[in-house]
């Protein structure tokens, strides 16, 4: 079991930016991907970007150039760095631990709110 823990979400103006942290309670270095999903209002949770164990990254076009995710395994933690933020990258921000397997285990934190808004 992987317990994950967001936090760095809040209010903050267009163009602005904003740093997500998620926290793990045991060592990445048996996660196959760490990624950070969303979910706005109405709609379904969507990928916004992930990073396999090797550091390969990935993004959903929507925020290519804009966000960056990145992890310290030292501290168990995966980072998104989200600049040039839009109204439209409202949502709720979901942290995920994915470790290959049979069956596939994914372990979800509990979520962090981000509201672009002037």
């Known amino acids: 079991q992987v317990q994950l823990v967001e936090s760095g979400g809040g209010l903050v103006q267009p163009g602005g930016s904003l740093r997500l942290s998620c926290a793990a309670s045991?060592?990445?270095?048996?996660?196959?991907?760490m990624g950070w999903y969303r979910q706005a209002p109405g709609k379904q949770r969507e990928l916004v970007a992930h990073i396999t164990r090797s550091g390969s990254t990935d993004y959903a076009d929507s925020v290519k150039g804009r966000f960056t995710i990145s992890t310290d395994n030292a501290k168990n933690t995966v980072y998104l760095q989200m600049n040039s933020l839009k109204p439209e990258d409202t949502a709720v921000y979901y942290c995920?631990?994915?470790?290959?397997?049979?069956?596939?285990?994914?372990?979800w934190g509990q979520g962090t709110q981000v509201t672009v808004s002037s």
């Open positions: 995920l631990a994915r470790r290959f397997g049979v069956p596939v285990s994914d372990y």
């Open positions: 045991r060592s990445i270095f048996s996660i196959n991907v």
